[in-house]
C-alpha cells in the first residue's frame, strides 16, 4: 500500500469521510509532495471490499489483485516513455475501460498521471468520460502543473489541494529518509526541490549536489573568461535542461531581489551567494531583467517538450550570462 504521508492526515480524513465520492478528482500541487501516494491510497479504499478504519483492508480479493497489478477494474494511465507526452490512443484505449461494466460488481477507478502530460487532442478525447463517466467509475487525475491543463478538463472535476510540508515537517521527514546525510545537505537538497520532500530525496539518488557543483564551477569560470560558452554547453550534456534553468531563473531573482533590497540574507544558497552579489553590484538592472524574461520564455519551452537544440539554447544562456556585467 502507497504511503501515508503525515503532512495528508488533515486532507485524507476529508476525503475518506465523504458519503459520496465525486466522479473525478484533480490532486494537484507541487511535484514531490506525494500526491501520487495519495491517489494510491484512495484508489486502493475505493476498490476494497471490505474497508476498515477508513482505509483498504489489503487481503480482500480486490485489494489483493491491486496489489499483484491485475485489478480488472483498475485503469492506469501515463506516458508511455518518461517525459513524452500521453497519446491519444491511450485515452481511446482508457475510454474503452470506462464504458465496460466492473468485472467485481464494484466501482471501477482510473489515476491519471501527469495529466498535464495529454497533448490536445488526448485531452479532448478524455472529455466525454470525464463529464459522464459510465457505472459507479472513479477517475483520479495528478496534476504537477494545473496551470497547463485545458479548462474543461478542470471545470469537470473536483480539484484537490494537496498540501506542501512545513520545512520542519519535510526536514524531519528527510531525516528519516536519508540517515546518512548530513543535516545540512537535507536542508540544501529541500532547497532545491523547493521544499517538497519526495523531490529532495529524488534529486539526491540523481546526484543533484554534485550536477549543481558542477554548473556553479562553470559559471564561476565562464565570468572569469576561463571557459567560453560552447565548452561548457557541451560539458553540461548529462544535467537535465530543466534543472539548468530553474537554477538560472533563480540566480536572476536573486540578483534583482539583492539589487532592490541590498539584502545580504537573501542571497540564497552559500555555492552562489558571492557571484549573485558581484552580478548584482556589476549588472544593469534592465539586462537582469532582459535575460529574465528569456530565460522564462525558454524554460516554457522545455516544460512543453518543445524540440530544441540544446548546445545552442545553453550557448545562447551562457553567452547572455557572460555579458551580464557591464557599465550600470
Given at each position: 500500500?502507497?504511503?501515508?504521508?503525515?503532512?495528508?492526515?488533515?486532507?485524507w480524513q476529508?476525503?475518506?469521510?465523504?458519503?459520496?465520492?465525486?466522479?473525478?478528482?484533480?490532486?494537484?500541487?507541487?511535484?514531490g509532495?506525494?500526491?501520487?501516494?495519495l491517489?494510491?491510497?484512495?484508489?486502493?479504499?475505493?476498490?476494497?471490499?471490505?474497508?476498515?478504519?477508513?482505509?483498504?483492508?489489503?487481503?480482500?480479493?480486490?485489494?489483493?489483485?491491486?496489489a499483484?497489478?491485475?485489478?480488472?477494474?483498475?485503469?492506469?494511465?501515463?506516458?508511455?516513455?518518461?517525459?513524452?507526452?500521453?497519446?491519444?490512443?491511450?485515452?481511446?484505449?482508457l475510454?474503452?475501460?470506462?464504458?465496460?461494466?466492473?468485472?467485481?460488481?464494484?466501482?471501477?477507478?482510473?489515476?491519471?498521471?501527469?495529466?498535464?502530460?495529454?497533448?490536445v487532442?488526448a485531452?479532448?478525447?478524455?472529455?466525454?468520460?470525464?463529464?459522464?463517466?459510465?457505472?459507479?467509475?472513479?477517475?483520479?487525475?495528478?496534476?504537477?502543473?494545473?496551470?497547463?491543463?485545458?479548462?474543461?478538463?478542470?471545470?469537470?472535476?473536483?480539484?484537490?489541494?494537496?498540501?506542501?510540508?512545513?520545512?520542519?515537517?519535510?526536514?524531519?521527514?528527510?531525516a528519516?529518509?536519508?540517515?546518512?546525510?548530513?543535516?545540512?545537505?537535507?536542508?540544501?537538497?529541500?532547497?532545491?526541490?523547493?521544499?517538497?520532500?519526495?523531490?529532495?530525496?529524488?534529486?539526491?539518488?540523481?546526484?543533484?549536489?554534485?550536477?549543481?557543483?558542477?554548473?556553479?564551477?562553470?559559471?564561476?569560470?565562464?565570468?572569469?573568461?576561463?571557459?567560453?560558452?560552447?565548452?561548457?554547453a557541451?560539458?553540461?550534456?548529462?544535467?537535465?535542461l530543466?534543472?539548468?534553468?530553474?537554477?538560472?531563473?533563480?540566480?536572476s531573482?536573486?540578483?534583482?531581489?539583492?539589487q532592490?533590497?541590498q539584502?545580504?540574507?537573501?542571497?540564497?544558497?552559500a555555492d552562489?551567494?558571492k557571484?549573485?552579489?558581484?552580478?548584482?553590484?556589476?549588472s544593469?538592472?534592465?539586462?537582469?531583467?532582459?535575460?529574465?524574461?528569456?530565460?522564462?520564455?525558454?524554460?516554457?519551452?522545455v516544460?512543453?517538450?518543445?524540440?530544441?537544440?540544446?548546445?545552442?539554447?545553453?550557448?545562447?544562456?551562457l553567452a547572455?550570462?557572460?555579458?551580464l556585467?557591464?557599465?550600470?
Amino acid at each position: 500500500m502507497a504511503e501515508a504521508y503525515p503532512w495528508q492526515a488533515t486532507l485524507w480524513q476529508q476525503l475518506v469521510g465523504r458519503a459520496r465520492h465525486a466522479h473525478a478528482y484533480l490532486l494537484h500541487g507541487p511535484q514531490g509532495i506525494g500526491k501520487r501516494a495519495l491517489a494510491e491510497r484512495l484508489m486502493a479504499l475505493l476498490l476494497c471490499q471490505r474497508p476498515a478504519a477508513l482505509q483498504a483492508c489489503g487481503q480482500c480479493k480486490s485489494c489483493m489483485l491491486l496489489a499483484a497489478g491485475s485489478h480488472p477494474d483498475n485503469y492506469m494511465l501515463e506516458p508511455e516513455e518518461a517525459d513524452k507526452p500521453i497519446k491519444v490512443d491511450q485515452v481511446r484505449d482508457l475510454v474503452g475501460f470506462v464504458t465496460q461494466t466492473a468485472q467485481l460488481g464494484g466501482r471501477k477507478v482510473v489515476l491519471i498521471e501527469p495529466v498535464e502530460a495529454m497533448n490536445v487532442n488526448a485531452a479532448n478525447a478524455l472529455l466525454k468520460s470525464l463529464e459522464e463517466p459510465s457505472g459507479d467509475t472513479v477517475l483520479l487525475l495528478v496534476s504537477h502543473q494545473p496551470s497547463r491543463l485545458l479548462p474543461t478538463i478542470k471545470s469537470r472535476c473536483q480539484q484537490i489541494a494537496c498540501p506542501q510540508p512545513q520545512e520542519a515537517q519535510s526536514l524531519t521527514w528527510l531525516a528519516s529518509a536519508l540517515p546518512d546525510c548530513e543535516e545540512r545537505e537535507r536542508s540544501e537538497l529541500l532547497s532545491l526541490a523547493a521544499g517538497s520532500p519526495l523531490l529532495a530525496l529524488s534529486l539526491q539518488q540523481q546526484g543533484i549536489r554534485e550536477q549543481r557543483a558542477q554548473v556553479v564551477d562553470g559559471v564561476k569560470k565562464l565570468l572569469k573568461q576561463q571557459q567560453s560558452p560552447t565548452q561548457l554547453a557541451e560539458s553540461w550534456n548529462a544535467i537535465s535542461l530543466l534543472h539548468l534553468f530553474d537554477w538560472f531563473c533563480d540566480w536572476s531573482n536573486l540578483i534583482l531581489r539583492y539589487q532592490l533590497t541590498q539584502d545580504e540574507e537573501g542571497l540564497g544558497l552559500a555555492d552562489m551567494r558571492k557571484v549573485v552579489q558581484y552580478l548584482a553590484q556589476k549588472s544593469p538592472q534592465g539586462k537582469v531583467l532582459e535575460i529574465q524574461d528569456w530565460i522564462l520564455a525558454q524554460r516554457q519551452k522545455v516544460l512543453g517538450k518543445a524540440n530544441l537544440n540544446r548546445v545552442l539554447l545553453l550557448e545562447a544562456l551562457l553567452a547572455s550570462w557572460a555579458m551580464l556585467p557591464g557599465q550600470r
